[in-house]
């Protein structure tokens, strides 16, 4: 199902170009509503509007910073194996399939290719022929295997060898789990071999969420970390956009039914917050610890950020712009969101009321990484006839780029490791989600062919082993 970035409906009246670049006319406040909203979910599209020709030169590019890389051409990649299968068991093909691609996806690691692999038995208990796998220069061996169980249950199990420490594994689980927990107890094994080899588990037993048009009305979607298993989960017939992650695991979304405000629900849960606004919600988050809630509200003048407690009480105004859309919490309670002008094109994020964007580049969508080097704030900016992703401490300043002649890059979401980067791509003939290591120099690597908009990310609920 090829999924595209939808646009404003036609029952709107207005065309994007003319909400976000700054030519609306001042009208009645249900179309101020409808400007609330495609700034908060079309503002990659408005980012990349630019001023016209001849008005004014085009802003500096070097504020941006370089582009970030990770090390040199000398930096060393360490030699991952993971080991064959030659069972027939569908368990065991889809654990060290999984286990695999996600340690490809990492960026961190040289993945041996499978066909080098020393011949030898690599049944379920078969040793490990440590001595073959070090002549190929593997540093690091991974083993992971499955299989049945009884009628309703699969053992697996994963094994971890340092070369450099000798033969005995630094790291081994067994675990015994229901047939339709495979997979994603294959993910869960990849995030606790992480741990064993850098000291910080990964972040694969995870999911993204993402708003995109289908049909006739935009829905939220859900995907795993690795690009599998893509679903729709909201009814066709409602306009569904701007999803987040909230307490419990739960999903929450922007909702309008028949052309009604758009309010913020729960996903099949007990309700949303009590939220005492009677314009449309168009984006919401929620704190780390999920005891704050912001929400991107509808006004007369554009639309303003509120925060307060998770139940929806205690929420006052935070934002001071004309437009104020699409907030998210840093780790440490910080509050980011996009603000400006209507009648001006270029929006800058702000955090915890202060501008902290170059001038001169709309941006939008920020996003923050809790990374082993710390808190980064990371958003994307119109750069030419596209839009690029920058990186800066989390008060901002000092920006690097984390993309450069790539296509237009938009709506980065970070993984729970903070490792991670994805976002979704315009590339010609190649667009789609890709993710990208924030640990190493490699390339970003393409999982779907899916686009959209207001990308999230967030652990599974009882993600470690």
């Keep these: 199902m090829q999924i595209g970035l939808f646009r404003a409906p036609s029952y709107f009246g207005l065309q994007v170009s003319r909400v976000l670049t700054g030519r609306l006319r001042p009208v009645r406040p249900a179309l101020w509503a409808v400007a609330g909203l495609l700034a908060a979910l079309s503002s990659a599209v408005g980012a990349s509007a630019q001023s016209p020709a001849g008005s004014e030169p085009p802003p500096d590019e070097s504020l941006l910073g370089e582009l970030l890389i990770t090390g040199d051409v000398g930096e060393h990649v360490t030699s991952l194996a993971v080991l064959p299968s030659l069972s027939p068991d569908l368990e065991d093909v889809i654990v060290r399939g999984v286990v695999r691609r996600d340690f490809e996806l990492t960026g961190m690691f040289n993945v041996i290719p ?194 307060g407690s998770a139940d929806g009480s205690n929420m006052r105004k935070v934002s001071t712009s004309e437009v104020a859309t699409h907030p998210v919490f840093s780790p440490s309670g910080k509050l980011a969101w996009i603000g400006g002008a209507v009648a001006h094109v270029g929006h800058r994020v702000y955090v915890d009321g202060k501008a902290v964007s170059p001038p001169g580049f709309s941006a939008a969508a920020p996003t923050f990484c809790d990374t082993e080097d710390g ?73 779907s062919s899916q686009v959209g908009e207001s990308l999230r990310w967030a652990a599974l609920p009882g993600s470690g082993l």
């Design 114 to 307: 499978d066909a080098k692999a020393p011949e030898g038995l690599y049944g379920f208990e078969d040793p490990v022929d440590i001595k073959s796998w070090s002549a190929l220069g593997a540093e690091v061996i991974i083993k992971v295997a499955a299989r049945q169980n009884d009628a309703n249950t699969v053992k697996i199990s994963g094994l971890c060898y340092f070369l450099s420490h000798g033969r005995e594994p630094v790291f081994q689980k067994t675990l015994v789990v229901k047939k339709d927990q495979v997979r994603v107890t294959a993910h869960r094994l990849t995030d606790a071999l992480l741990g064993a080899i850098s000291g910080r588990n990964g972040g694969f037993s995870s999911h993204l969420a993402f708003a995109a048009r289908a049909g006739k009305n935009p829905a939220v979607y859900t995907v795993d970390a690795d690009g599998h298993n893509i679903r729709a989960m909201t009814a066709a017939s409602d306009t569904s956009v701007a999803p987040v992650w909230g307490p419990g695991g739960a999903l929450f979304y922007a909702r309008s039914r028949k052309y009604s405000a758009f309010r913020l629900v729960q996903l099949d849960g007990a309700g949303p917050p009590a939220l005492n606004f009677k314009d449309s919600i168009y984006s919401a988050a929620f704190s780390a610890d999920h005891k704050k809630l912001a929400v991107a509200v509808a006004n007369a003048e554009g639309s303003a950020v509120w925060a």
């Design 375 to 447: 808190v980064f704030l990371i958003y994307a900016v119109a750069v030419g006839n596209g839009h690029d992703l920058v990186m800066s401490p989390e008060a901002g300043g000092n920006l690097s780029r984390l993309t450069q002649g790539e296509g237009s890059n938009s709506y980065p979401a970070c993984s729970p490791d903070g490792r991670l980067l994805a976002y979704f791509s315009s590339r010609s003939k190649n667009s789609g989600l890709y993710i990208k290591s924030l640990k190493s120099k490699q390339p970003a690597q393409k999982i």
